[in-house]
């Protein structure tokens, strides 16, 4: 199983600001299948970026995802209010899926 | 567009078992994996399996013995079952969509499920 690690735990940022979430994975992750989702509260997740770097439908172009292999990077160019939310990174190359444990992005 | 809707009991006794249904609304179940991922109160995403509309299926080795997913074609449904649950079992359940190779691109809104006497 491939672990996901996340850093940092929790980012605190003004909107306006870039911000620049990391995921690290304890293996290489097959085809680059690295997806990030936003989970804002009480709601379910959206996926924001699949295959590392190709941005889900509707998803603004601030959003942008990048990396290879078993480093991965989704940066938030230019923060805003309701970008408030869990970032989570998800494996699903190799069996089984797995998640990372989440950068929660705080705005000041 | 497709949306996905889960139903079930919000309340399961321990030991005893824990089923959902997810129907698929907006688009056919044909040609895409159909998937359960839960979410204990506060912590993160738990993937649990997958079923496909041919019946083949995946599982999260660490749950594989509790968990058996299906799928009803004719009711564009799949459902979960999860055996002999505990207090650890409590969370939201989401089903959600891959369309393969293309990461879980439609979610459910969610439902709760408390394990408790």
């Known amino acids: 199983e491939i672990l996901l690690t996340q850093s940092p735990g929790t980012l605190s940022l003004s909107p306006g600001e870039r911000a620049t979430l990391s995921c690290r994975a304890s293996q290489s992750v097959n085809n680059n299948y690295l997806a990030w989702y936003q989970q804002k509260p009480g709601q379910a997740p959206r996926l924001l970026i699949s295959g590392a770097s190709s941005r889900a439908t509707g998803i603004p172009d601030r959003f942008s995802g990048s990396g290879s292999g078993t480093d991965f990077t989704l940066t938030i160019s230019r923060l805003e209010p309701e970008d408030l939310a869990v970032y989570y990174c998800?494996?699903?190359?190799?069996?089984?899926?797995?998640f990372g444990p989440g950068t929660k992005v705080e705005i000041k | 567009q497709v949306q996905l809707q889960e139903s079930g009991p919000g309340l399961v006794k321990p030991s005893e078992t824990l089923s959902l249904t997810c129907t698929v609304s907006?688009?056919?179940?044909?040609?895409?994996?159909w998937i359960w991922v839960r979410q204990p109160p506060g912590k993160g995403l738990e993937y649990l399996g997958y079923v496909q509309p041919n019946g083949n299926t995946n599982y999260n080795p660490s749950l594989m013995s509790r968990v058996t997913i299906s799928v009803d074609t004719s009711k564009n449904q799949f459902s979960l079952n999860m055996n002999s649950v505990t207090a650890a079992d409590t969370a939201v359940y989401y089903c959600a969509r891959d369309k393969g190779g293309r990461a879980f691109d439609v979610w459910g809104q969610g439902t709760m499920v408390i394990v408790s006497s």
């Open positions: 998800q494996q699903y190359g190799n069996s089984p899926v797995t």
């Open positions: 907006g688009g056919s179940i044909s040609g895409s994996y």
